[in-house]
């Protein structure tokens, strides 16, 4: 590409205030950001860090040890811009709940500590600068006289190890997390940090300042609201599903009424395979039940004939007749379907709808039962359901850590005998889609399998002879959710 002098000139002087403004590829988001942006460019920038966090937070949990994707360049001005800009506008959107600032702090957390270990010895000295956490490094000759004091404190580290790292003298108060867990020497109200620990001092100081800023972000929030274009967007992306939105499925007439008992034992999430029960033991749903699970079925195939005449005998067995039916609520199945007012074609909820919004009353059974239900509760319907005490440990572990999706797969992988699925689990349909691939051999549903216990039978059956062949789509799924984040990293 060609250039004129003139626009040499601009593109040097653009780049020369970049670098003013981001000397360095990481930054603590002290001081917002005050430059003009459009509104696509807003969106475009919140979407993408979103996916990016969406990542961080199955690979935080899940591949603690290698995430696979690059930290930010060096040189990169561009990309600092936008990740600046970008967590500004997402700590806009989560600031709105302490749900949702939890998981937002946890998320960023997790890649600032992955950008910060990617840096070189020299870059993390040249960080630790620039945001004025500059620890006195000791002298060789107080490490010479406090080596077997500092070999004995640090764990893995012998006498020869000590001589080689470097040291620094921290205050108590910025190590007590190595204090407690007895990884650091105590000596005069200070600590002797080895260089391979100062990360969690610097994350410590990092959560400290996000924590606050969250909350001050959030008590400007009525300012914000009054912004008749910039609310709808913060409300959207703090809600936000990035995924495919399975509006239009390709199973749609394959799936016959007679397999729904047996598909939600077998492939059905643990929110709609709840929903499913309540249904048949009470036949009835209230209206967020309905919603819920009737788009659910919608977007695994059933149409809106198979819809009607699903619910309606379902309802007829319980205290409502045909005729109650007709009047009260096939209409909004109809309108579900986009064959009634607005004529608006509903798409099935994601895991981050159901999470967030509308939770379950006394007499309800929509929701996130991993983010709903009591956890004593939720372990009596894990045993029911035949999860072995180890794998119930892991899924409540993971609900008390607030990684509900997480805990989503992992009932994924126990229920379906998988080690790991390999992908990032944000829709109850993909929940479906993936089990059918993995139950069918990655062939698409057959609508011969009409018989419910034949289809529980074959299904066992293909279950042991596929298990073997997940991980290489599991890897594919996992590359192909990684596609287009590239632009985010570039090589160091």
Not at 51 to 73: D, I, Q
Not at 155 to 163: E, Q
Not at 168 to 184: E, M, N, Q, T, W
Not at 290 to 304: A, E, H, P, S, V
Request: proline content about 4%; hydrophobic content about 35%.
């Amino acid at each position: 590409m060609q250039f004129s002098s003139r626009e040499r000139l601009k593109h040097a002087r653009l780049a020369g205030d970049r670098r003013e403004q981001y000397p360095h590829s990481l930054q603590f988001y002290l001081d917002p950001p005050t430059e003009s942006i459009s509104l696509v460019e807003f969106e475009s920038f919140a979407i993408d860090r979103l996916r990016l966090l969406k990542v961080v937070e199955n690979l935080g949990v899940s591949y603690v040890k290698s995430f696979p994707y690059k930290a930010l360049a060096e040189d990169d001005y561009e990309a600092r811009r936008k990740d600046h800009i970008s967590h500004f506008i997402l700590r806009l959107a989560y600031c709105q709940s302490e749900d949702l600032r939890r998981w937002f702090l946890q998320q960023e957390m997790d890649l600032f500590r992955y950008r910060f270990n990617q840096l070189s010895e020299g870059l993390m000295q040249k960080f630790l600068e620039h945001v004025n956490l500059s620890f006195e490094a000791i002298g060789e000759d107080l490490k010479n006289e406090l080596a077997y004091d500092l070999s004995v404190s640090t764990p893995g580290f012998s006498m020869s190890k000590v001589k080689e790292q470097m040291y620094y003298k921290v205050g108590l108060a910025d190590a007590v997390d190595l204090f407690r867990a007895r990884r650091v020497f105590i000596k005069d109200g200070f600590a002797y940090v080895p260089f391979k620990e100062i990360d969690v001092i610097v994350l410590n100081n990092y959560r400290t300042k996000l924590s606050k800023a969250l909350a001050l972000t959030a008590r400007s929030l009525p300012s914000i609201q009054s912004d008749e274009r910039l609310q709808p967007l913060l409300n959207h992306l703090s809600h936000s599903y990035v995924g495919p939105d399975y509006s239009v499925q390709k199973n749609t007439g394959k799936i016959s009424l007679e397999q729904i008992d047996a598909l939600s034992v077998k492939s059905f999430p643990l929110c709609m395979r709840q929903l499913h029960r309540a249904l048949r033991d009470n036949h009835h749903l209230r209206h967020g039940g309905r919603m819920q699970y009737g788009l659910f079925l919608k977007g695994i195939g059933l149409t809106l004939e198979q819809a009607l005449e699903f619910w309606k005998k379902e309802f007829i067995r319980g205290k409502v007749d045909a005729d109650k039916f007709d009047k009260g609520y096939a209409y909004s199945i109809r309108h579900n379907y986009g064959k009634e007012g607005k004529r608006t074609d509903y798409t099935p909820y994601s895991c981050m709808k159901i999470i967030m919004s509308n939770p379950p009353s006394q007499g309800d059974y929509h929701g996130c039962p991993f983010r709903h239900s009591d956890p004593e509760l939720l372990k009596q319907k894990l045993q029911l359901y035949k999860i072995p005490p180890s794998g119930i440990t892991q899924i409540l572990e993971l609900v008390k850590g607030m990684h509900f999706q997480l805990a989503c797969q992992k009932y994924f992988e126990l229920t379906h005998d998988v080690d790991d699925i390999g992908f990032s689990l944000n829709h109850p349909n993909q929940y479906f889609t993936e089990s059918q691939k993995l139950l069918n051999g990655g062939r698409e549903l057959k609508k011969e399998l009409n018989n419910s216990g034949n289809f529980q039978q074959k299904n066992n059956s293909q279950e042991s002879v596929n298990s073997s062949s997940t991980p290489t789509s599991s890897n594919a799924a996992a590359d192909s959710e990684l596609e287009g984040l590239e632009a985010y990293f570039t090589e160091d």
